[in-house]
């Protein structure tokens, strides 16, 4: 019988072929265990294969946490990661530039090997979920053969290659940077120079600074477009920025260079590779992005050892190579330009015309975005809109970190057909990069990491929104909303108007989902700003902050003002107080629902913890000093505001010192309120212990309050005490979990006690 | 020489449900929840997947290790699908008959939910999910026809049955049947007993 191999052999490039065998039999070693399984993990991610919920064979089914017995027994695919267990093969879309064949492929490997369901993501890459993982190396032949490669899509490496979807037609750009994202992306694929990070990488490029489209503030490298008249003659190159970073502590890129020339951008990309190589963090994972290194050392430190290296670089032809070929470079159009017939056209129509298309430079010619209700399309409308590009744009498809898909080159009189076609197809929404088009991670839809349902929440929000979008002040349809499952934000909740980030909290001795509100975050300016949290409120209320606040904005603004200037203006203080009645948890008596996440009617739980009742009280108890605590960090933001980093610097401290007493507490109720003695009885307690371990962040959180005790310093800038805010609240954070951890075993009231034995509860 | 599609394990099969039957997709997601609870159903049962946002996608998806069950809306098309992933034993015949069973006691459980997830009962569409061994083409379709006569005889009990397929070679093989008169699931999972 003959095999996708056999079939593909002469349609891979040979280099791809063999690294693929190569990892075929990786997988064939680990079976006979003669891999390790840390050393398999990390061989398996970087070939773009990922874990997903319930690999490690348990699952909550709603009644308590169940084994699930898959037939490969102790054969793992990484700790505790079993090997049948479903996973997540994400693949790496350069660019977020897809033709017509590969659109073909992706749609029959999804119908295949996964669900039926194309996820776009919020970096431009395509993710199928539910995968086998022996259907890996199959699903990576079949994307080789069209172009494809899933290599580094995940793992210690240099991630997809991300940049505005506009480029090469935006009215705005000073040039087209996809030919150099392009590069960036082949040269540095498999580099040597990138084999040895000790966390991931993300480069992005923008043709623009005021938009959103390529995000630079948030990436490791980022690189805008910009042009400088050298010798009187214009130039192209780069202002280069590095050491951004969303994630649990966000940080801004910092400006490295103002203008680096388009011939030294790979050159300092790979010097740049190399330095983080050699001095990044290498074994505390929770600081080991490109931006702790540059905060460490400060930017001109970092900038003056990237410039040593780049000296002693060996000279690379490919670092110019390509751009002998710019000149030729460019998309051609499938049709000759031709107006929009004048004439009345459906409402319909016009709707989707006014949120979805974008008129393109080129006269006569629209980018026309798919809205992809949270990212996901199905097998049978990928292939179909496969051939709706070849039969209007050609090869000009881009996914976008809004989770849809845009149509370039669309001339503007066949704008009503195409409509007409996506609507049959389901895809001719509008609201496009308007307030209904949510974008969410997968949360706890397939992400081990997720705490609340960030794709459940976002589904109810947009068909909120969405039956009532064109009634709104335009506005406030032009405010964005953004979910993460967690404080990981990959669904990049930190720089929209109105953010959230799934969190826990333990109410009567059961677990709630709630989601943080994190607000005046900047979309545009290249996410030019991140938005902090207010508060937490119950997972079900949040459509009701949605009204609240948009409501407050409408009401209140000033003329032309804009959600984040309005929100600043008026103060985090007075919008929290808005939400305060929307805090509050109704009884389990009075309304369930509040106990079960959305699209899911399991009683929620956070890993396998169920309800003990015995320690309810003083769950109770600790929940109200964590709320104390909590508002100890609000105060600290309030702080931050006023400019203030003094009383930030002591509030921060303060608020993680008592969330550790506050956890003392449930055991040792008499601990005293001296800073020395809470830490000392918090790491004795509960990080010698590992209670307090998150099951993937390890000791990390604990980590912010060892070293806020250790050095008392100051905050020395704004981002400093951001940083410290962040890192105050995610303790607090863990606090709150570990405390639903510990008042969900049996008998933990007992441990109530004066005396100061150390009681380790099985975890 | 045998056709490939003999080696065939990726088989999906679905029941449109009757005419006039719409259940909200969301509803389901709670039923699929219990079953897992009850393993109600044959296969290790993972997980819910919700696609209900998705126009015309996969709707409610019940994840299994060995194949996937949904109340499936795939081209606006609301049906009981199971998709089997891992191998099955016997000859195709034989697997396609376990593929039907599987399907089929999912909707005999759901029209235990109510009206409106009856179905059809004299339709099923059937697609291999194996582009390798069954691409979309006549010599697939010569190869299988017989196969699937036998056994469309048995579920609907002899009687006549129309075959349509879509002959877009991207597309899995696939084929619709009709036939002239059809039964409940029940009944139906009988007949393939």
């Given at each position: 019988?003959?095999?996708?191999?056999?079939?593909?052999?002469?349609?891979?490039?040979?280099?791809?072929?063999?690294?693929?065998?190569?990892?075929?039999?990786?997988?064939?070693?680990?079976?006979?265990?003669?891999?390790?399984?840390?050393?398999?993990?990390?061989?398996?991610?970087?070939?773009?294969?990922?874990?997903?919920?319930?690999?490690?064979?348990?699952?909550?089914d709603?009644t308590?946490?169940?084994?699930?017995?898959?037939?490969?027994?102790?054969?793992?695919?990484?700790?505790?990661?079993?090997?049948?267990?479903?996973?997540?093969?994400?693949?790496?879309i350069?660019f977020?530039?897809?033709?017509?064949?590969?659109?073909?492929?992706?749609?029959?490997?999804?119908?295949?090997?996964?669900?039926?369901?194309?996820?776009?993501?919020?970096?431009?890459?395509?993710?199928?979920h539910?995968?086998?993982?022996?259907?890996?190396?199959?699903?990576?032949?079949?994307?080789?053969?069209?172009?494809i490669?899933?290599?580094?899509?995940?793992?210690?490496?240099?991630?997809?290659?991300?940049?505005?979807?506009?480029?090469?037609?935006?009215?705005?750009?000073?040039?087209?940077?996809t030919?150099?994202?392009?590069?960036?992306?082949?040269?540095?694929?498999?580099?040597?120079?990138?084999?040895?990070?000790?966390?991931?990488?993300?480069?992005?490029?923008?043709?623009?600074?005021?938009?959103?489209?390529?995000?630079?503030?948030?990436h490791?490298?980022?690189?805008?477009?910009v042009?400088?008249?050298?010798?009187g003659?214009?130039?192209?190159?780069?202002?280069?920025?590095?050491g951004?970073?969303?994630?649990?502590?966000?940080?801004?890129?910092?400006?490295?260079?103002?203008?680096?020339?388009?011939?030294?951008?790979?050159?300092i990309?790979?010097?740049?590779?190399r330095?983080?190589?050699?001095?990044g963090?290498?074994?505390?994972r929770?600081?080991?992005?490109?931006?702790f290194l540059?905060?460490?050392l400060?930017?001109?430190?970092?900038?003056?050892l990237?410039?040593?290296?780049?000296?002693t670089?060996?000279?690379?032809d490919?670092?110019?190579?390509?751009?002998?070929?710019?000149?030729?470079?460019?998309?051609?159009?499938?049709?000759q330009?031709?107006?929009?017939?004048?004439?009345e056209?459906?409402?319909?129509?016009?709707?989707?015309?006014?949120?979805?298309?974008y008129?393109?430079?080129q006269e006569?010619?629209?980018?026309?975005?798919?809205?992809?209700?949270?990212?996901?399309?199905?097998s049978?409308?990928?292939?179909?809109?496969?051939?709706?590009?070849?039969?209007?744009?050609?090869?000009s498809?881009?996914?976008?970190?809004?989770?849809?898909?845009?149509?370039?080159?669309?001339?503007?009189?066949?704008?009503?057909?195409?409509?007409?076609?996506l609507?049959?197809?389901?895809?001719?929404?509008?609201?496009a990069?308007?307030?209904?088009?949510?974008?969410?991670?997968?949360?706890?839809d397939?992400?081990?990491?997720?705490?609340?349902?960030?794709?459940?929440l976002?589904?109810?929000l947009?068909?909120?929104?969405?039956?009532?979008?064109?009634?709104?002040?335009?506005?406030?349809?032009?405010?964005?909303?953004?979910?993460?499952?967690?404080?990981?934000?990959?669904?990049?909740?930190?720089?929209s108007?109105?953010?959230?980030?799934?969190?826990?909290?333990?109410?009567?001795?059961?677990?709630?989902?709630h989601f943080?509100?994190?607000?005046?975050?900047?979309?545009?300016?290249n996410?030019?700003s991140y938005?902090?949290?207010i508060?937490?409120?119950?997972?079900?209320r949040?459509?009701?902050v949605?009204?609240?606040?948009?409501d407050?904005?409408?009401?209140?603004?000033?003329?032309?003002?804009?959600?984040?200037?309005y929100?600043?203006r008026v103060?985090?203080?007075?919008?929290?107080?808005?939400?305060?009645?929307?805090?509050k948890?109704?009884?389990?008596?009075?309304?369930?629902?509040?106990?079960?996440?959305?699209?899911?009617?399991?009683?929620?739980t956070?890993?396998d913890?169920?309800?003990?009742?015995?320690?309810?009280?003083?769950?109770?108890?600790?929940?109200?000093?964590?709320?104390?605590?909590e508002?100890?960090?609000?105060?600290?933001?309030?702080?931050?505001?006023?400019?203030?980093?003094?009383?930030?610097?002591?509030?921060?401290?303060?608020?993680?010192?008592?969330?550790?007493k506050?956890?003392?507490?449930?055991?040792f109720?008499d601990?005293?309120?001296?800073?020395?003695?809470?830490v000392?009885?918090?790491?004795?307690?509960?990080?010698?212990?590992?209670?307090?371990f998150?099951?993937?962040?390890?000791?990390?959180?604990?980590?912010?309050?060892?070293?806020?005790?250790?050095?008392?310093?100051?905050?020395?800038?704004?981002?400093?005490?951001?940083e410290?805010?962040?890192?105050?609240?995610?303790?607090?954070?863990?606090?709150?979990?570990?405390?639903?951890?510990?008042?969900?075993?049996?008998?933990?009231?007992?441990k109530?006690?004066?005396?100061?034995?150390?009681?380790?509860?099985e975890? | 020489m045998s056709?490939?599609?003999?080696?065939?394990?990726?088989?999906?099969?679905?029941?449109?449900?009757?005419?006039?039957?719409?259940?909200?997709?969301?509803?389901?997601?709670?039923?699929?929840?219990?079953?897992?609870?009850?393993?109600?159903?044959?296969?290790?049962?993972?997980d819910?997947?919700?696609?209900?946002?998705?126009?015309?996608?996969?709707?409610?998806m019940?994840?299994?290790?060995?194949?996937?069950?949904?109340l499936?809306l795939?081209?606006?098309?609301?049906?009981?699908?199971y998709a089997?992933?891992?191998?099955?034993?016997?000859?195709?015949e034989?697997?396609l008959?376990?593929?039907?069973c599987?399907a089929?006691?999912?909707?005999e459980?759901?029209?235990?939910?109510?009206?409106?997830?009856?179905?059809?009962?004299?339709?099923?569409?059937?697609?291999?999910?194996?582009?390798?061994?069954?691409p979309?083409?006549?010599?697939?379709?010569?190869?299988?026809?017989?196969v699937?006569?036998?056994?469309l005889d048995?579920?609907?009990?002899?009687?006549?049955?129309?075959?349509?397929?879509?002959?877009?070679?991207?597309?899995?093989?696939?084929?619709?049947?009709?036939?002239?008169?059809?039964?409940?699931?029940?009944?139906?999972?009988?007949?393939?007993?």
């Amino acid at each position: 019988m003959t095999t996708w191999k056999e079939k593909l052999a002469d349609q891979m490039p040979e280099e791809w072929a063999r690294e693929i065998d190569i990892f075929e039999k990786q997988m064939e070693l680990r079976r006979q265990g003669k891999v390790e399984e840390k050393l398999f993990a990390e061989t398996r991610l970087r070939r773009g294969a990922y874990g997903q919920r319930y690999d490690n064979g348990k699952r909550n089914d709603g009644t308590g946490a169940k084994p699930l017995d898959y037939p490969s027994g102790d054969l793992t695919k990484g700790p505790e990661t079993v090997w049948d267990a479903p996973g997540m093969q994400r693949i790496k879309i350069p660019f977020g530039g897809l033709n017509p064949e590969q659109m073909d492929v992706l749609a029959d490997l999804a119908e295949e090997y996964s669900d039926a369901i194309c996820h776009v993501t919020t970096r431009q890459d395509i993710q199928l979920h539910y995968v086998h993982f022996d259907d890996t190396p199959t699903i990576m032949r079949r994307l080789a053969a069209v172009g494809i490669t899933t290599r580094e899509a995940c793992g210690n490496s240099i991630r997809n290659v991300t940049a505005c979807p506009l480029a090469g037609v935006c009215r705005d750009e000073s040039f087209d940077v996809t030919p150099y994202a392009q590069a960036t992306m082949r040269f540095m694929l498999g580099h040597p120079d990138v084999q040895d990070f000790g966390r991931k990488f993300k480069i992005a490029f923008s043709g623009c600074r005021q938009h959103a489209c390529g995000l630079v503030s948030l990436h490791d490298v980022g690189a805008i477009a910009v042009t400088k008249e050298i010798d009187g003659e214009p130039q192209r190159g780069f202002e280069l920025y590095v050491g951004g970073g969303l994630g649990a502590v966000p940080q801004q890129a910092v400006l490295f260079d103002e203008f680096v020339a388009e011939g030294e951008l790979l050159p300092i990309t790979q010097a740049i590779s190399r330095v983080f190589a050699r001095l990044g963090e290498k074994r505390n994972r929770a600081r080991a992005r490109l931006k702790f290194l540059v905060k460490k050392l400060g930017v001109e430190e970092f900038k003056r050892l990237v410039l040593e290296e780049r000296k002693t670089l060996p000279h690379d032809d490919a670092w110019t190579a390509y751009l002998e070929e710019l000149p030729s470079y460019g998309e051609k159009a499938l049709k000759q330009a031709e107006p929009l017939a004048a004439g009345e056209q459906a409402q319909r129509f016009e709707r989707w015309r006014h949120t979805n298309v974008y008129r393109q430079r080129q006269e006569g010619y629209c980018v026309a975005a798919v809205t992809l209700p949270l990212g996901d399309l199905t097998s049978h409308q990928m292939r179909a809109l496969a051939d709706i590009a070849r039969r209007y744009v050609g090869e000009s498809v881009r996914t976008t970190v809004e989770q849809n898909i845009v149509l370039r080159w669309v001339r503007e009189s066949d704008l009503p057909a195409l409509h007409a076609e996506l609507e049959e197809l389901g895809l001719g929404e509008p609201g496009a990069e308007s307030i209904v088009d949510v974008v969410a991670c997968p949360g706890t839809d397939t992400c081990k990491l997720g705490i609340a349902s960030s794709r459940g929440l976002a589904a109810e929000l947009r068909e909120r929104l969405a039956s009532k979008q064109f009634e709104l002040d335009q506005a406030v349809r032009d405010m964005r909303i953004k979910i993460s499952g967690c404080f990981n934000s990959c669904g990049q909740h930190h720089i929209s108007d109105i953010g959230f980030y799934g969190v826990s909290r333990n109410v009567g001795g059961y677990a709630v989902p709630h989601f943080q509100v994190v607000l005046g975050g900047k979309w545009v300016d290249n996410a030019g700003s991140y938005g902090l949290p207010i508060g937490a409120v119950p997972s079900k209320r949040i459509p009701d902050v949605v009204t609240v606040i948009t409501d407050a904005y409408l009401r209140e603004r000033e003329s032309g003002e804009s959600f984040q200037a309005y929100a600043e203006r008026v103060g985090k203080k007075a919008l929290k107080e808005k939400l305060s009645d929307l805090t509050k948890v109704p009884s389990r008596e009075e309304d369930v629902s509040f106990y079960s996440d959305w699209g899911d009617p399991r009683e929620f739980t956070i890993g396998d913890m169920g309800a003990g009742e015995c320690a309810g009280e003083v769950v109770s108890l600790v929940e109200f000093d964590l709320s104390l605590v909590e508002e100890l960090v609000f105060e600290a933001q309030l702080a931050l505001d006023a400019g203030d980093l003094e009383a930030v610097t002591e509030k921060t401290y303060r608020a993680m010192l008592q969330g550790a007493k506050a956890l003392v507490k449930m055991q040792f109720h008499d601990v005293a309120d001296e800073p020395d003695q809470i830490v000392a009885e918090f790491k004795q307690r509960y990080f010698d212990t590992e209670i307090f371990f998150d099951r993937f962040a390890g000791g990390k959180f604990a980590n912010y309050l060892f070293r806020r005790h250790e050095s008392h310093e100051q905050a020395a800038s704004r981002a400093d005490a951001r940083e410290l805010i962040e890192e105050a609240g995610l303790f607090v954070e863990a606090c709150h979990t570990c405390a639903a951890k510990v008042g969900s075993q049996p008998g933990a009231a007992e441990k109530t006690s004066s005396d100061s034995t150390v009681v380790t509860l099985e975890i | 020489m045998s056709h490939p599609i003999e080696d065939l394990q990726r088989i999906s099969v679905k029941f449109p449900l009757a005419m006039g039957c719409e259940p909200e997709l969301d509803g389901v997601i709670p039923v699929f929840h219990r079953w897992i609870q009850d393993r109600a159903v044959d296969g290790m049962l993972i997980d819910v997947a919700d696609y209900a946002h998705v126009p015309q996608g996969p709707g409610v998806m019940l994840i299994a290790h060995e194949g996937n069950y949904a109340l499936d809306l795939d081209r606006g098309r609301l049906g009981v699908l199971y998709a089997r992933k891992q191998p099955l034993a016997g000859d195709l015949e034989q697997r396609l008959a376990a593929v039907c069973c599987a399907a089929l006691r999912a909707a005999e459980l759901l029209a235990g939910e109510g009206e409106q997830f009856r179905i059809a009962g004299d339709q099923l569409e059937i697609a291999a999910n194996d582009r390798l061994l069954a691409p979309n083409d006549a010599d697939t379709d010569s190869a299988f026809r017989p196969v699937l006569d036998r056994l469309l005889d048995r579920l609907f009990d002899g009687a006549a049955h129309e075959l349509c397929r879509d002959e877009d070679p991207r597309e899995r093989f696939n084929l619709h049947v009709r036939a002239s008169s059809g039964a409940d699931a029940a009944t139906l999972r009988q007949r393939l007993a």
